[in-house]
């Protein structure tokens, strides 16, 4: 696995080195011995595959307050996703700026996001499927959001948005 920083501390893109034959190919999407090199690893405690068949569709921004801020581990398993991370911890010099990746099938980039970021993406395909893994469990109670088209992060979204959810349009 390759670990890119980004402007965001503690954000990292990653890209999986796939073993490929005429079989089809073999890919480890974590290691937490790999892991170690770039965090103090927290154990994944729950597993989430989500699946949105519009493209256009937003998800997001989401996040969790102490004491369940989560580390997320993020990956597109089938079709392509515009990814987006907004550092929310009050204390960083990167306080409300936001890093954009596109991930895919095909890229087969992940993003790992530590605790204090939000996290929501747009789909630019149909069909999208993702996994997801988290430090904590969800919290509806603890969860917070931030609008997706929040003026002052002005986040260039790719595509007209064509589904949201109620609670993400009211965040």
């Given at each position: 696995m390759n670990f890119e920083k980004t402007i965001i501390d503690g954000v990292f893109i990653i890209t999986t080195e796939p073993f490929i034959d005429?079989?089809?190919?073999?890919?480890r999407i974590y290691c937490k011995k790999e892991f170690s090199n770039i965090v103090d690893p927290k154990e994944f405690v729950q597993f989430n595959h989500s699946f949105t068949k519009e493209k256009g569709t937003i998800r997001g921004l989401h996040?969790?307050?102490?004491?369940?801020?989560?580390?997320?581990?993020?990956?597109?398993i089938r079709g392509k996703i515009f990814d987006v991370v907004v550092?929310?911890?009050?204390?960083?010099?990167?306080?409300f700026q936001w890093i954009a990746v596109e991930l895919s099938d095909k890229n087969r980039k992940m993003i790992y996001i530590p605790e204090g970021c939000?996290?929501?993406f747009q789909t630019l395909v149909n069909n999208c499927?993702?996994?997801?893994?988290h430090t904590q469990y969800y919290c509806k109670e603890l969860e917070k959001s931030i609008f997706y088209n929040d003026l002052k992060l002005n986040i260039g979204w790719p595509m007209t948005v064509t589904k949201i959810s109620e609670?993400?349009?009211?965040?």
């Open positions: 005429e079989r089809g190919f073999f890919e996040y969790q307050l102490p004491p369940k801020k989560e580390r997320k581990i993020v990956k597109c550092d929310v911890r009050a204390n960083s010099p990167t306080y939000a996290h929501g499927e993702l996994i997801y893994f609670k993400d349009l009211n965040a």
